[in-house]
């Protein structure tokens, strides 16, 4: 039980909360030329490109270009629970919870804007090359709410393992749960800077940069049982950390470009400010919350991992590119956090031991239908990273319910229409169908099973200027 009530009021705290194409936390939807093709990791030619291959800045023309673009992001998420009965004798007292018709908890909340800004200033020649100095601000990670209005998975099995085990604790047993609400958000800024230089007649440029990082996270659940028993807590954390970033761009000739960046680990130490725990099982909860190394003030780490991007891109012709992109997640060697077993207040593992390297492989292509008039499309495929444990884990419950960490299919299209005065307007959409999963969260005495899925999809928009 107590167990089970630490991961009910915790679990956020292991895991992250990326909110669409990228890994656990990351994303790689940083700016809506990206959302139109899908693939800009070896791209020229727009300040956009600091995000995804830096390096290719001192190939920019003399001057200074701007780049603005915002996302919204549709999000629909379902949990579809399917554990009907599905209980053992040991827990009786659960059949009139279990015996429920099979449902769907869903959410739908969007993210009305997710914005992006990069600036870059190309002096030509500078000595033997072409000097670059550049810098971003926006959203690196995350990227904002869930809300499920009446629980998810997660919170429906460490729920009803609370209805089943309060006899220990003195209080009514048995009830089911007549409400509940879990939300949760995640949005990590990031303002960066930093100088390319291209030489050897430009076949080769380098990038070093680095990007603060200032992440803001919190959670809250809010539940009822038919025999009055209630619980709610909110915790919000927040942590600052510095990502070095190198870049190198390699251009044989005027038509073929190689790229590579590399985005060093991103340290960051969060820290917990309780800001509600409530509720008539409140007294049950504080003791087994510092057992698992949760209370006000309490500090703990979980990293953004290390990132590989690599990309290659063609000019078939004057008019038609093509663009190839793979990055690569090192999950399973960063300090994503540490697993605690508050029966005994002991780690037992850690969170990066329910992950591999997870990465996504994306190809793009822009064709000009006139010169002011360029047409896009692209499609990506992305593998989470994820082990099957990660999804059926008590430990790991509430996140993988929340937003389970599914492969993803990613479709994206859109057009940039270029203006007589070096104002470039982009528009572009996307349609991302990650692929379902089925789950058991499995406690011994009874489990909760059922199939994960989610769709998502986003709205581009941006203005890019040269001056």
């Not at 629909?76 to 629970?81: E, F, G, I, L, R």
């Not at 409530?278 to 003791?287: F, H, S």
């Not at 057992?291 to 004057?318: C, T």
Request: proline letters at 3%.
């Amino acid at each position: 039980m107590k167990k089970i009530v630490i991961v009910l009021i915790g679990a956020l705290m292991f895991t992250g909360m990326g909110l669409y194409a990228g890994s656990l936390d990351q994303i790689s939807n940083q700016s809506a030329k990206w959302v139109m093709t899908l693939s800009r990791n070896a791209s020229l030619g727009s300040a956009d490109i600091i995000a995804h291959n830096p390096a290719g800045t001192a190939y920019l023309p003399k001057g200074w270009h701007i780049d603005v673009s915002g996302q919204t992001l549709f999000k629909y998420y379902d949990n579809k629970d399917t554990s009907v009965g599905d209980f053992n004798s040991q827990a009786a007292a659960l059949a009139p919870f279990l015996s429920r018709s099979p449902e769907t908890l869903s959410q739908n909340r969007s993210t009305p804007i997710l914005p992006n800004l990069y600036l870059a200033y190309n002096l030509g020649e500078t000595g033997p090359g072409k000097l670059a100095a550049y810098l971003q601000a926006g959203i690196v990670a995350g990227g904002g709410e869930l809300k499920y209005m009446n629980g998810t998975a997660g919170t429906t099995f460490l729920l009803t393992g609370i209805s089943a085990n309060l006899a220990s604790f003195g209080l009514m047993v048995g009830g089911s749960i007549s409400s509940q609400e879990f939300n949760a958000s995640s949005v990590y800024y990031g303002i960066g800077a930093g100088a390319s230089y291209a030489f050897l007649n430009d076949a080769v440029s380098v990038s070093f940069g680095a990007r603060a990082v200032m992440a803001n996270r919190s959670f809250d659940l809010k539940a009822a049982y038919s025999t009055q028993e209630t619980i709610n807590g909110k915790y919000e954390y927040a942590a600052k950390g510095f990502t070095p970033i190198i870049g190198v761009n390699v251009k044989p000739n005027e038509d073929f470009t190689l790229a590579a960046r590399f985005e060093f680990p991103t340290s960051l130490e969060f820290k917990y400010d309780q800001k509600e725990l409530g509720g008539t099982l409140a007294n049950v909860a504080v003791g087994v919350l510092r057992n698992a190394g949760i209370e006000d003030g309490k500090k703990f780490r979980q990293d953004l991992p290390a990132l590989i991007g690599l990309g290659a891109g063609y000019n078939i012709n004057d008019r038609w590119t093509i663009d190839l992109s793979g990055t690569f997640y090192l999950l399973s060697s960063a300090d994503l956090g540490e697993v605690y077993d508050s029966g005994v207040g002991a780690v037992v593992g850690k969170v990066n031991e329910y992950f591999d390297t997870g990465w996504e492989v994306g190809i793009g292509t822009a064709y000009k239908l006139r010169e002011d008039l360029k047409i896009g499309g692209g499609f990506l495929y992305t593998n989470g990273g994820a082990k099957e444990e990660y999804l059926n884990d008590s430990k790991t419950a509430l996140n993988a319910s929340a937003n389970p960490m599914l492969d993803s299919i990613t479709l994206g299209t859109g057009f940039t229409y270029s203006m007589r005065n070096n104002l470039d307007l982009t528009l572009s959409f996307l349609l991302c169908h990650f692929l379902p999963e089925n789950f058991s969260i499995d406690s011994g005495a009874f489990k909760v099973s059922g199939r994960y899925s989610k769709d998502v999809f986003i709205l581009g928009y941006g203005v890019s200027y040269k001056f």
